[in-house]
Nanobody, 122 residues
Framework: QVQLVESGGGLVQAGGSLRLSCAASGRTFSRYAMGWFRQAPGKEREFVASISWSGGSTYYVDSVQGRFIISRDNAKNTVYLQMNSLKPEDTGVYYC???????????????WGQGTQVTVSS
């Protein structure tokens, strides 16, 4: 069992930056690939980025490539999402999730956090 708690969301102007954190409980954190997803009002949950259990492989949706960076610290049981050059279309609730093998599909993730709101004003 893995419990996930996100933090770091907030209101920021376009062009600004935020760093999201996701703290995991349990001693098996390092066995899981981790992902970040987001959901805007009236839209489906969207894959943002993922990272392998070792941190050696990362994947991004095209719309955030070059602006967002996913990373993890297995010693701290924490995964991060550094978001730079934020745009209004990045607005949404951001969720972290843990997966046994990692992918861009939400259904492949076993555990989810409660989400943190990110609002980017124009």
């Amino acid at each position: 069992q893995v419990q996930l708690v996100e933090s770091g969301g907030g209101l920021v102007q376009a062009g600004g930056s935020l760093r999201l954190s996701c703290a995991a409980s349990g001693r098996t954190f390092s066995r899981y690939a981790m992902g970040w997803f987001r959901q805007a009002p009236g839209k489906e949950r969207e894959f943002v980025a993922s990272i392998s259990w070792s941190g050696g492989s990362t994947y991004y949706v095209d719309s955030v490539q070059g602006r967002f960076i996913i990373s993890r610290d297995n010693a701290k049981n924490t995964v991060y999402l550094q978001m730079n050059s934020l745009k209004p279309e990045d607005t949404g609730v951001y969720y972290c999730a843990a997966s046994s093998f990692g992918s861009s599909r939400p259904i492949t993730y076993d555990y989810w956090g409660q989400g943190t709101q990110v609002t980017v004003s124009s």
